[in-house]
């Protein structure tokens, strides 16, 4: 679901400046989004539907901000990156010993 | 963000094999039999070469960084939009090599680097585990 989430660029991009710049309104993120209010915030919903956002309301404006913990499933880096170099090292060992043949 | 997230992530491999260094060096350098074990490739061992990994599942763009033949060699290792350096290291022993694999990730407090790269390594991830469950 998180993948798919961000698998739209336009969503992507509203959810990594929301990373980078913190909590916006509505109307501050479609102002730099080039598409808009409506779209903005039907992306925002998708978000939110993903836990990537939440939202406030104080007044008629409605602030969204990221939530970082969850894409915690998706970064365990190390782990991953462990598993992978372990079975390029199957992979490299099985060649080396084709190579002595 | 967490005080974890502020240092660099690195991986590390390591491997006794009962081969040569020079062997494993081959292994590690020449096109074909790299192609083998890890990916397509255009890969030579020049210091600058600039070079791809291809996959059904995507691409890592690479550049070599330093080359000392039979002993290190250090590329990076750039997909999905996140960087990171992986070196290679072969150690002589009495029974063969010891072969050490270190990749350093980017430093999590580049916020915009981080969280890009957050998903694109689960992009990454999710699609090289389809092909490794295929070839299963």
Redesign the interface.
Same mark, same amino acid.
């Given at each position: 679901m998180l993948f798919k989430t961000l698998a739209d660029p336009t969503r992507r991009a509203i959810f990594e400046r929301l990373c980078r710049d913190g909590e916006q309104t509505v109307r501050a993120l479609t102002a730099r989004s080039g598409v808009s209010q409506p779209a903005v915030s039907k992306h925002l919903r998708v978000l939110k539907h993903a836990g990537l956002v939440r939202d406030r309301h104080e007044g008629r404006q409605t602030h969204y901000s990221p939530q970082l913990g969850a894409l915690a499933p998706l970064i365990d880096w190390t782990s991953q990156m462990a598993g992978f170099w372990q079975r390029r090292f199957d992979h490299l060992e099985d060649l080396l010993k084709r190579m002595d043949r | 963000?967490n005080k974890e997230s502020t240092e660099t *992530?690195? $991986?590390v491999?390591e491997?006794e094999?009962p081969?040569p260094p020079e062997?494993?060096w081959?292994?590690l350098t020449q096109q074909p *039999?790299i192609e083998?074990? *890890?990916m397509k490739n255009d890969f030579e061992p020049r210091v600058d070469h600039r070079f791809k990994f291809r996959a059904d599942w995507g691409e890592v763009d690479g550049q070599v960084l330093a080359v000392e033949p039979n002993k290190t060699l250090t590329y990076t290792w750039v997909a999905m939009g996140l960087e990171s350096v992986v070196t290679w290291t072969l150690t002589p022993t009495s029974t063969g090599t010891h $072969?050490r694999?270190e990749?350093t +990730?980017f430093r999590p407090d580049q916020?915009?680097a981080y969280? +890009? #790269?957050?998903?694109g390594?689960?992009?990454f991830? #999710?699609a *090289?585990e389809q092909v $490794?469950a295929r070839t299963d």
């Open positions: - | 963000m *992530l690195s $991986v491999t491997r094999m081969h062997k494993i081959r292994a *039999l083998e074990w *890890l $072969v694999v990749q +990730g916020q915009r969280n +890009g #790269a957050k998903y390594w689960q992009q991830f #999710a *090289l $490794v």
